[in-house]
């Protein structure tokens, strides 16, 4: 289910990732804080940073990076960590910004073209035109899931 405002709008959490504007839906945000520190965890699979600490809760971190196929953010780069809530447990999406919450219209979505290919393809679900450019909305289910196909849904 989406969060939505006014006629119809869509509030989306606008995030940077790789220089690009990302969003996700505000009803699946439960917290958005900096970056902590995060422990690395041996043998992790591909997009697992490690594990945090968030008030008692241990939060498994995934970095948007990794998961969108792009290259990893500089060590001393000041990240944020976009939590969600899947089946009870609490994850953190490592982004490089986190924004403003914008309430988009159902005229300015799109499709996701068929020319964004990979990781970017298979992770979002929805463009949106803005008036400074495009907004690429994210599906936080689809980037938890990563591994499904062989078993290693994050989700479990």
Do not use: K
């Amino acid at each position: 289910m989406t969060a939505t405002a006014s006629h119809g709008t869509e509030l989306l959490l606008t995030l940077q990732v790789g220089g690009r504007l990302c969003g996700l839906p505000v009803s699946r945000i439960r917290d958005v804080i900096r970056c902590e520190r995060i422990a690395r965890v041996p043998l992790a699979p591909p997009g697992v940073a490690g594990l945090l600490n968030l008030r008692g809760r241990i939060v498994t971190a995934v970095d948007l990076r990794d998961r969108l196929g792009l290259p990893p953010a500089a060590p001393d780069a000041a990240r944020m960590n976009v939590v969600v809530e899947e089946r009870g447990e609490l994850y953190s999406l490592l982004a490089d910004g986190v924004g403003e919450v914008l309430s988009v219209n159902p005229e300015s979505r799109d499709d996701v073209p068929h020319t964004l290919r990979g990781p970017w393809r298979e992770h979002a679900v929805a463009v949106h035109r803005l008036d400074g450019g495009l907004l690429i909305e994210l599906d936080a289910d689809r980037i938890l899931a990563f591994g499904a196909r062989s078993g290693g849904d994050m989700r479990r």
